[in-house]
């Protein structure tokens, strides 16, 4: 009885992440195009800075570069992403038990 009950209270938490999940898995797809433009852009702007004299300039943009590219914090969105989607698949496994 009780653990009909722990499946009842986890059908709306599994059913929340697996849509979460699924929201966030297409905004970080549309969101790695962008940043992946960005990154480009500031990419070229440190090689600019570089090229006129302002090493600690074009130091800076590169590190932003690297933390907007494909690298930085996309691959912490997808790791987070992932993270819920493993959740909610542990609740969904655990509903059908």
Do not use: C, D, Q, Y
């Not at 195009?33 to 090689?47: D, E, K, P, Q, R």
């Not at 932003?64 to 996309?74: D, E, R, Y």
Request: no cysteine.
């Amino acid at each position: 009885m009780l653990k009909f009950i722990l499946k009842l209270v986890a059908v709306p938490f599994a059913l929340t992440f697996t849509l979460a999940s699924a929201v966030f898995n297409f905004l970080l797809s549309v969101s790695a195009v962008f940043f992946g433009i960005v990154s480009t852009l500031v990419f070229i702007g440190a090689v600019i800075l570089f090229t006129t004299g302002e090493p600690t300039g074009g130091i800076a943009f590169l590190v932003v570069a690297f933390i907007v590219s494909p690298f930085g914090l996309p691959a912490f969105a997808g790791w987070v992403v992932g993270l819920l989607n493993s959740a909610g698949g542990a609740l969904r496994g655990f509903i059908v038990s």
